[in-house]
């Protein structure tokens, strides 16, 4: 709660909303970048292309932990 006054002089409580946390690899829990730190209700509003990373997995792994998908799924 931040308290502010208004111009007529009274003095009010405002409730400051709080920033998420920053999306997270699934595997290796390092920070996703190019995934925008937004509230659910915000983040469904926006297009799926700004929503994640446009390649497989994005949004959900890391590249370098993406990389190790790939070369497993080469593999078998």
């Given at each position: 709660?931040?308290?502010r ?52 997995y ?6 370098s ?12």
């Open positions: 709660m931040i308290k006054r208004t111009p007529s002089g009274k003095v009010v409580f405002r409730e400051r909303k709080e920033r998420p946390s920053k999306a997270k690899c699934a595997n290796c829990k390092s920070p996703l970048c190019g995934v925008p730190r937004k509230i659910p209700s915000e983040l469904r509003k926006l297009s799926a292309t700004e929503r994640r990373p446009e390649r497989p994005g949004g959900y792994f890391c590249p932990c993406s990389r190790e998908v790939f070369r497993e799924k080469a593999r078998v």
